[in-house]
């Protein structure tokens, strides 16, 4: 009885674990795909013509071409954790209202922050203003832990990830869109940037490599367990 018992808990357990890493499997290929998504849409925005904000919200695709006019409005958002050339920095983004009466935040590039993680001071970008760039979603967020932001001063907030529901009420907006303008990096205004949409982030064949690895886990298990079985049989 003891053996039998020990028996239908080791499938159990083994199911349990093959079925954990067939799902872990699944959400790399998810993200993978995902990815993959996105930079095929900047490679279809890079052919076509850039068009206006109001247009590029209500086109299909998550990546459009941008060339606008309008002014920037007050606040500042710094959103923390951004690495780039190997350093830590905060990512700079300020609301922005074309002339068509959209709304939504402009990433104005990277500065790094010194080891005391004192803020930097931004001076406001010139408005009214030409913009270019691409419209694309906003930084993934990661594991969405703690406060979205908290109070660095009048009319800035430190973020942890760009949510908009949250950002527009400290904003005074009545929403946001869940995408930002990417500026041109050749604009004369803002901080160091470019126009990669996954920085920082693992590249569409490592998500391919690592939902191998777990199928792969999910495999083994199985083949264990088979051994097993066939052994206690014998």
């Known amino acids: 009885m003891m053996r039998r018992h020990t028996r239908s808990l080791g499938w159990v357990l083994a199911l349990v674990a093959m079925t954990m890493f067939c799902l872990l499997g699944c959400w790399q290929l998810q993200r993978m795909q995902q990815k993959q998504a996105l930079l095929q849409a900047q490679a279809v925005a890079a052919t076509q013509r850039p068009t206006t904000l109001s247009r590029a919200l209500d086109a299909a695709g998550p990546v459009h071409g941008i060339v606008d006019h309008g002014r920037f409005l007050s606040g500042l958002v710094l959103l923390d954790n951004q690495i780039r050339h190997g350093r830590a920095g905060v990512k700079l983004y300020r ?53 979205v ?34 500026l041109d990096p050749a604009l004369p205004f803002g901080d160091e940037r470019d126009l990669d949409l996954l920085p920082n982030t ?18 083994t298990v199985l083949v264990v367990a088979l051994v097993l079985e066939w052994r206690r049989r014998r």
Not at 100 to 121: E, H, K, N, Q
Not at 154 to 172: E, H, K, M
């Open 202 to 219: 693992l590249p569409p064949q490592r998500h391919l490599g690592y939902a191998v690895q777990w199928f792969g886990l999910a495999l």
């Open 95 to 147: 609301p922005f209202r074309s002339d068509d009466g959209v709304v939504l935040l402009v990433d104005l590039g990277w500065r790094p922050l010194p080891a005391d993680r004192a803020l930097p001071d931004v001076a406001p970008p010139p408005s009214p203003a030409a913009v270019r760039g691409l419209l694309a979603p906003a930084p993934a967020p990661g594991l969405a832990l703690g406060p």
């Open 149 to 182: 932001t908290t109070p660095a001063g009048p009319q800035r907030w430190l973020a942890s990830r760009l949510q908009a529901d949250a950002l527009a009420p400290l904003l005074g907006l009545p929403g946001l869109p869940a995408r930002v303008l990417r």
